[in-house]
Antibody
Framework: QVQLVESGGGLVKPGGSLRLSCAAS????????MSWIRQAPGGGLEWVSY?????????????SYADSVKGRFTISRDNTNNLLYLEMNSLRAEDAAVYFC??????????????WGQGTLVTVSS | DVQMTQSPASLSASVGDRVTITCRAS??????LNWYQQKPGKAPKLLIY???RLQYGVPSRFSGSGSGTDFTLTVSGLQPEDFATYFC?????????FGLGTKVEIK
């Protein structure tokens, strides 16, 4: 069965860095668009970034970021180990949130985020 | 970037009521619109994708409609387990974004 498990959250000082991981099982990560989505305490959902699937023809994925994290966060994927990453640099207080990884259903049927991890908490404080 | 405006922010309803939540996109997004339910401390759950398609396993009392800029989520016959927060989300072009959410509370 499909499962996503995030890890790597914790307490970090403003300006610091953190790398989140998302271990996928039950499917092949590179066959799907994968996103990071965050939720501040008591707040709504904010999409952070996605990495596209990896076409057989080119093997090249595209990435996209929310303006709030562009230039500071980097999404990547380890196809061999079925792992998704989010490298977060220059962290700010407003980056504090629960971070979810989520699988997105294929575009040909306009799917939504059909599987989510349980989330990992990032706290940014001095 | 596409902005999603969801309303109302909250509503009170009774078991058995019909509830409607709306979501408006800042530009035409065709039917690239999804709906989620979230309960406290849990990850969101996909209810509706492509504006009107019921995700596998979701009860048929949930339905979605709309295209272009205006969309609706309807719960026909609210059940105790439906009291939660609902979010719309678009997947148009190279970005994604969510509405601010609608909290459905018990009257």
């Amino acid at each position: 069965q499909v499962q996503l498990v995030e890890s790597g959250g914790g307490l970090v000082k403003p300006g610091g860095s953190l790398r989140l991981s998302c271990a996928a099982s039950g499917f092949t990560l590179s066959d799907y668009y994968m996103s990071w989505i965050r939720q501040a305490p008591g707040g709504g959902l904010e999409w952070v970034s996605y990495i596209s699937d990896s076409p057989v023809t080119t093997g090249i994925s595209t990435t996209s970021y929310a303006d709030s994290v562009k230039g500071r966060f980097t999404i990547s994927r380890d196809n061999t180990n079925n792992l998704l990453y989010l490298e977060m640099n220059s962290l700010r207080a407003e980056d504090a949130a629960v971070y979810f990884c989520a699988r997105e259903g294929h575009s040909w049927y306009r799917g939504g985020f059909d599987f989510w991890g349980q989330g990992t908490l990032v706290t940014v404080s001095s | 970037d596409v902005q999603m405006t969801q309303s109302p922010a909250s509503l009170s309803a009774s078991v058995g009521d019909r509830v409607t939540i709306t979501c408006r996109a800042s530009q035409d997004i065709n039917n690239f619109l999804n709906w989620y339910q979230q309960k406290p401390g849990k990850a969101p759950k996909l209810l509706i994708y492509a504006a009107s398609r019921l995700q596998y396993g979701v009860p048929s009392r949930f339905s979605g409609s709309g295209s272009g800029t205006d969309f609706t989520l309807t719960v026909s016959g609210l059940q105790p387990e439906d009291f939660a927060t609902y979010f719309c989300q678009h997947r148009y072009s190279s970005t994604r974004s969510f509405g601010l959410g609608t909290k459905v509370e018990i009257k």
